[in-house]
T-cell receptor, first 114, second 115 residues
Framework: DGGITQSPKYLFRKEGQNVTLSCEQN?????MYWYRQDPGQGLRLIYY???????QKGDIAEGYSVSREKKESFPLTVTSAQKNPTAFYLC?????????????FGPGTRLTVL | AQKVTQAQTEISVVEKEDVTLDCVYE???????LFWYKQPPSGELVFLIR??????QNEISGRYSWNFQKSTSSFNFTITASQVVDSAVYFC????????????FGTGTSLTVIP
């Protein structure tokens, strides 16, 4: 059963702590993405990767970091430098990452900073 | 400037009514792609449709239909005979051939279908 999994579903963090959100896909897609969703603002791109060991910043990369050591995995670390990290985070993947590609999304992780 | 505008923030309809969700986009590319996604309360975005800029034919899929009009830069989505399960946030998105990986999402329209 192919798809994208994100864990955990809910995450709580104290201010000043780094936290890593997991994203795994078994669709054999080359491209993977991280988006942030805030109420009333739609989705904003944080980082994307088209190939293993390579990734590019999106519109709001400050305070975030990623790695792409395996094709199936694209974890996102929210660092203490991110000023307002409370949000819903969505991971997506697409076949090769071109403009024609449909992006398929995971179930999301809701991060709350206490 | 917002590339994708969904002016309707929230819509409520009574079950079995028809409803149209508006999407207006802005691009200078001649080759581009438009998408609609549904986000139910569970949070996952579900892909509904992709349309390229060279195909203005309207599409129907069951109770869903899409009206693409390049003359008005719109890609509207109509749900016929709405059902409670249609309650969700719907997003329109644009990708451009010249900007590759970037998806531009609208701010979404929250649809509530009242039984």
């Amino acid at each position: 059963d192919g798809g994208i999994t994100q864990s955990p579903k809910y995450l709580f963090r104290k201010e000043g702590q780094n936290v890593t959100l997991s994203c795994e896909q078994n669709l054999n897609h080359d491209a993977m993405y991280w988006y942030r969703q805030d109420p009333g603002q739609g989705l904003r791109l944080i980082y994307y990767s088209q190939i293993v060991n390579d990734f590019q910043k999106g519109d709001i990369a400050e305070g975030y970091s990623v790695s792409r050591e395996k094709k199936e995995s694209f974890p996102l670390t929210v660092t203490s430098a991110q000023k307002n990290p409370t949000a819903f985070y969505l991971c997506a993947s697409s076949i090769v990452g071109g403009p024609t590609d449909t992006q398929y999304f995971g179930p999301g992780t809701r991060l709350t900073v206490l | 400037a917002q590339k994708v505008t969904q002016a309707q923030t929230e819509i409520s309809v009574v079950e079995k009514e028809d409803v149209t969700l508006d999407c207006v986009y802005e691009t200078r590319d001649t080759t581009y792609y438009l998408f609609w996604y549904k986000q139910p309360p569970s949070g996952e975005l579900v892909f509904l449709i992709r349309r390229n800029s060279f195909d203005e034919q309207n599409e129907i899929s069951g109770r869903y239909s899409w009206n693409f009009q390049k003359s008005t830069s719109s890609f509207n989505f109509t749900i016929t005979a709405s059902q409670v399960v249609d309650s969700a946030v719907y997003f329109c998105a644009l990708s451009e051939a010249n900007t590759g990986n970037q998806f531009y999402f609208g701010t979404g329209t929250s649809l509530t279908v009242i039984p």
